[in-house]
């Protein structure tokens, strides 16, 4: 069956540093994959996807690659802020549900 | 526009009661999702609806839990007995397209944070 394996955090920066969250799937078939950010108090918010190999999603200044060669999706951002205190989700879009990591939960110190 | 919204937002229930979480999807989504997060834990798939058809239980952990979505747009998941091991937050997402499509993004509403005592 399909699973995702996103790195255990909690991970703390500083602000200003370069971040980088693993994640890695198994699956069947061509999955989209999504990452979703959640901040405290709040929901789940998409905050970029793609749908096929090479594809790169960004949003917000993040970035995310879909290695099928790899099977990686890990996310990036060059500089992070203190607003971008949260957990981190990497998704994998099968056919009729989303299989979620674990989360990563990602503080910034100013 | 309105996004996906659920009520309650919390939910205490004293263990062997039954509880009731309404989700409005987006309005015009075809596809309705229910998801489980234990604490510190990703979303788990509980089950989907294509408009009022529920396509796919195989999630939901037992048969006290039951969903319905009767005229295609409002769900409500209930639970009936509760037990602690129920609580979490319920999440519910939607998505404009049916078919089960590996490409469609799911917008997630809030949640509900259920505890049973």
């Known amino acids: 069956g399909n699973s995702v394996t996103q790195m255990e955090g909690p991970v703390t920066l500083s602000e200003e540093a370069f971040l980088t969250i693993n994640c890695t799937y198994t699956?069947?078939?061509?999955?989209?994959l999504f990452w979703y950010v959640q901040y405290p108090g709040e929901g789940l918010q998409l905050l970029l996807k793609?749908?096929?190999?090479?594809d790169k999603g960004s949003n917000k200044g993040f970035e995310a690659t879909y290695r099928k060669e790899t099977t990686s999706f890990h996310l990036e951002k060059g500089s992070v802020q203190v607003s971008d205190s949260a957990v981190y989700f990497c998704?994998?879009?099968?056919?009729?549900?989303?299989?979620f990591g674990i989360g990563t939960k990602l503080q910034v110190i100013p | 526009g309105a996004g996906v919204s659920q009520s309650p937002r919390y939910k205490v229930a004293k263990r062997g009661q039954d509880v009731a979480l309404r989700c409005d999807p987006i309005s015009g989504h075809v596809s309705l999702f229910w998801y489980q997060q234990a604490l510190g834990q990703g979303p788990e798939f509980l089950t989907y609806?294509?408009?009022?058809?529920?396509?796919?239980k195989s999630g939901l952990p037992s048969d006290r839990f039951f969903a319905e979505r009767p005229e295609g747009s409002v769900s409500t998941l209930k639970i009936q007995r509760t037990q602690q091991e129920d609580s979490a937050v319920y999440l519910c997402?939607?998505?404009?397209?049916?078919?089960?499509?590996?490409?469609?993004?799911?917008?997630f509403g809030p949640g509900t944070r259920l505890l049973v005592l």
């Open positions: 997402a939607s998505s404009l397209v049916g078919g089960g499509t590996y490409q469609e993004t799911q917008y």
């Open positions: 609806f294509q408009n009022e058809a529920q396509l796919d």
């Open positions: 793609a749908t096929k190999a090479d």
């Open positions: 699956a069947t078939g061509y999955p989209s």
């Open positions: 998704a994998l879009g099968g056919y009729q549900k989303v299989t």
